[in-house]
């Protein structure tokens, strides 16, 4: 029984995989040939492997950043990673995890299939941790590890993860000049946040995208070249102030510290760069195979897929979100230590992708000072709600990291308040969020019907 549950999440927590098999099931239920559904299979599952493959790129040379920008600052504290917290909540929670994330992943093609909320997730890692999250608080509120754990666990889950990418749509409309494909990340709420942002108090009319780049400077619109540029300004600043000795004996094993810093700002630009043919290889293949699925299984289903699936259309966003975000946690943290509460150390990767992307989404609504703007109400988010996800983690909140993006700090803190109130509370509000989410949709239905007939 074990090992299937692996084999289980071994496969819906590897996205390349899972979007593999979906594009192969979407290309075979449009009745293609054999060799087309081979190439659509291999390209999609190789276009995520590319994908992955870059944003580890990426991660990996903002590692060095972080260490630096410790030492530098001499700062302890929790650090906010997602992948870190659900490691050592695996050892205790593994078997409920999946079981709830099992559940979840039905949950959520049920509800696609019969709400207008037609988003299918299918990021695997997030579904594996905000099921790590739930089956965390749950067990934490005093309720066992059995059979209901396991069914409202994955209630919870599906609803969450249908409903989240619903928020960010209208969005990624703009964003992406379309509706083929959705977010299915772990920071939509904040991401959705940061597009009101923009919204309310941009202007869409001057875009980051739109800068003004003097002739002699026509090179910079290259975005390889601005990024390793701007990047290699950065870790020359860190590497100059944290000093030779420690880079060179703690992270460069004896390169010179100053190469170091470069090379790794080429590499976050290489990875930048791997990352573009990715979402170019995924895009071209898995929307067109995933029309089967929406035409026999779930009519209109629109793939939610991971966040760097935006960042080639907003690259100068992307940036300034990512600088705008990290400097707003930075300050929060002098914010902590004043307060002498439990400090929240900025997570240089979390930062990146949630404040970059969160800088692309304010952007889109309500250009430069939106993305300034939605990026840095995003980072307040991740910044001070770990404080308060910290209380409801049980074992877990003495650990040295926690939860990082919105999506786990909201519904987590939420989820884990009601707990005060007893199982009977923890029933009732998982069971009452899938009825308004139900209840919501079919009122969007009722209205665009009336709509409609008022048109017509």
């Known amino acids: 029984m074990q090992a299937v549950i ?46 992955t493959g870059g944003a580890g790129i990426l991660s990996n040379s903002l590692a060095p950043f972080a260490s630096m ?32 994330m099992f559940v979840g992943m039905i949950v ?33 509120t005093g309720m066992k590890a059995g059979a209901t754990t396991i069914l409202l666990g994955g209630l919870f889950e599906g609803t969450l993860l249908t409903v989240t990418p619903a928020l960010c749509q209208p969005f990624m409309r703009k ?6 494909v959705a977010m299915g990340h772990t920071g939509n709420i904040g991401y959705a946040t940061a597009g009101l942002m923009g919204k309310w108090f941009g202007n869409s009319k001057k875009s980051t995208e739109d800068i003004n780049v ?18 290699a300004i950065v870790y020359l600043v860190l590497a100059l102030v944290s000093g030779p000795h420690f880079v060179e004996t703690k992270l460069s094993s004896g390169t010179n510290y100053l ?28 929307v067109p195979a995933f029309q089967g699925i929406a035409t026999k299984l779930v009519p209109n289903a629109k793939p939610a897929l991971d966040v760097p699936i935006i960042f080639p259309y907003a690259p100068n966003a992307l940036l300034i979100g990512f600088f705008v975000s990290f400097i707003v946690g930075t300050l929060s943290m002098f914010g902590m230590i004043a307060m002498g509460s439990t400090v929240i150390i900025p997570g240089v990767v979390g930062h990146f992708f949630c404040g970059g992307a969160a800088g692309i989404y304010g952007n889109a609504t309500g250009g430069r000072r939106g993305a300034i703007i939605g990026s840095a109400v995003n980072s307040l988010l991740i910044s001070w709600l770990p404080l ?24 987590g803190i939420l989820l884990g308040n009601l707990g005060h109130y007893g199982e009977a509370a923890v029933i009732a509000g998982i069971i009452g969020f899938t009825v308004v989410v139900i209840i919501w949709s079919f009122f969007l239905k009722s209205n665009k019907k009336a709509k409609t007939e008022a048109e017509g």
């Not at 650090?79 to 593994?94: D, F, H, K, R, T």
């Not at 964003?175 to 083929?180: E, K, P, Q, V, W």
């Not at 003495?398 to 786990?408: E, I, Q, R």
């Open 69 to 100: 920008f410790k030492f530098a600052l001499h700062v302890q504290g929790v650090v906010p990673s997602n992948e870190a917290v659900v490691a050592i909540a695996l050892q205790q929670y593994g078997t409920t995890t999946a079981l709830i």
């Open 388 to 411: 308060l996800i910290l209380p409801v983690l049980g074992g877990l909140k003495m650990a040295a990291s926690t939860f990082a993006d919105t999506d786990y700090l909201v519904p």
């Open 175 to 180: 964003i992406t000049g379309g509706d083929a």
């Open 214 to 231: 003097p002739k002699g400077l026509s090179f910079l619109r290259d975005s390889t070249v601005s990024i390793t540029l701007v990047m």
């Open 6 to 51: 692996n084999f289980i999440v071994s496969i819906v927590s590897t996205p390349a995989i899972l979007v593999g098999l979906i594009a192969c099931l979407g290309l075979a239920l449009q009745k293609k040939p054999g060799t087309k559904i081979m190439e659509g299979t291999v390209k999609t599952f190789v276009g995520f492997l590319v994908l």
């Open 259 to 286: 190469i170091y810093a470069l090379t790794q700002a080429g590499t976050f630009a290489a990875g930048f760069y791997v990352v573009l043919a990715g979402v170019r290889m995924i895009l071209g293949e898995i």
């Open 108 to 140: 959520n093609v049920l509800l696609a299939r019969f709400t207008k909320f037609k988003y299918i997730f299918l990021t695997g890692q997030a579904m594996l941790y905000v099921s790590c999250l739930t089956a965390v608080i749950l067990i934490s």
